[in-house]
């Protein structure tokens, strides 16, 4: 059983930072693309950055600058670091994991069960 657990979220001020962590465990073979999704109230659920393993990085437009996603892969855990946070940061965050079991050739998606940040004075 693969599972990711999400870390790191809280309420921040405007213009603090917040750094996320999501942890994969389990029986994994190997992990692929893992990322960083947001879902803020009455909205859908959108990227906010993504990491290939060895490959680029992708930020959705309204984090770049801000955001930073980095991941260990000795350790199976992604990371998001927010900087210059603002209200309209808002959100759950959840991360998700292209993963390939210990058991099972065909690699498939899996999320955290997210966390909330809230930006507010």
């Known amino acids: 059983q693969v599972q990711l657990v999400e870390s790191g979220g809280g309420l921040v001020q405007p213009g603090g930072s917040l750094r996320l962590s999501c942890a994969a465990s389990?029986?994994?073979?190997?992990?692929?693309?893992m990322g960083w999704y947001r879902q803020a109230p009455g909205k859908e659920r959108e990227l906010v950055a993504a990491m290939p393993k060895g490959g680029k990085t992708n930020y959705a437009d309204s984090v770049k600058g801000r955001f930073s996603i980095s991941r260990d892969n000795a350790k199976n855990t992604v990371y998001l670091q927010m900087n210059s946070l603002k209200p309209e940061d808002t959100a759950v965050y959840y991360c998700n994991a292209d993963i390939r079991g210990a058991y099972n050739p065909t690699p498939r998606v899996y999320w955290g069960q997210g966390t909330q940040v809230t930006v507010s004075s």
């Open positions: 389990g029986s994994i073979f190997s992990i692929n693309a």
